[in-house]
């Protein structure tokens, strides 16, 4: 008995559209296992990001240096930037980051350092890392963490150092607004 040359383009086209349900249901359970999205919330990280902003992170528990990351702190999820890190001593002078007593530029906030400057002020007050937790260098398996919006971010200056293990992931894209979409 011969097939009907019909019947057998749909049952292949009837295959092929499962088989790409079932590669984008697995590319879908694969991003939720490796991806974590999240609304800032709050002002602390103005410039980079505002609130209600969407972002996306990888997830992961080993940020690098001026790395965004969402973290847990109690019940709520922050998002701050990562500025010291295992090993290391921080420390502020005169709006200079000091990283183990070497100088290191904040690019990401160039502008608002010199607008503070020129009115006569600090845009990060000055501290060492020390003093949050009495230790001269952050203790392996914390980071210090700090908002871009300096003059009124709550961050490690407030709550201290950050667990690595309450780290989310690394923030890669902003979604939302799309009108400013935004990979870091």
Do not use: W
Not at 89 to 116: A, C, H, M, R, W
Not at 152 to 174: C, M, Q
């Amino acid at each position: 008995m011969k097939k009907n040359k019909k019947t057998t383009n749909s049952s292949y086209t009837k295959d092929l559209l499962i088989a790409c349900l079932c590669v984008l249901l697995l590319l879908l359970i694969v991003s939720l296992i490796r991806f974590k999205g999240t609304r800032v919330q709050g002002y602390a990280m103005m410039p980079a990001l505002h609130n209600g902003d969407l972002v996306v992170a990888k997830r992961t528990k080993q940020p690098k240096r001026f790395d965004l990351i969402v973290f847990k702190i109690g019940e709520k999820q922050q998002v701050r930037r990562v500025i010291g890190l295992p090993d290391e001593t921080i420390q502020y002078n005169k709006d200079l980051l000091l990283v183990n007593g070497k100088p290191v530029d904040e690019k990401f906030i160039v502008d608002e350092i010199n607008e503070s400057q020129y009115n006569g002020k600090n845009y990060t007050e000055n501290f060492f890392s020390g003093e949050l937790n009495g230790s001269k260098t952050i203790p392996k398996g914390y980071c210090l963490v700090l908002g871009d919006n300096r003059p009124y971010a709550t961050d490690s200056r407030h709550y201290g150092l950050i667990a690595t293990r309450n780290i989310i992931g690394v923030i890669k894209i902003r979604l939302l607004p799309v009108n400013d979409l935004t990979g870091f």
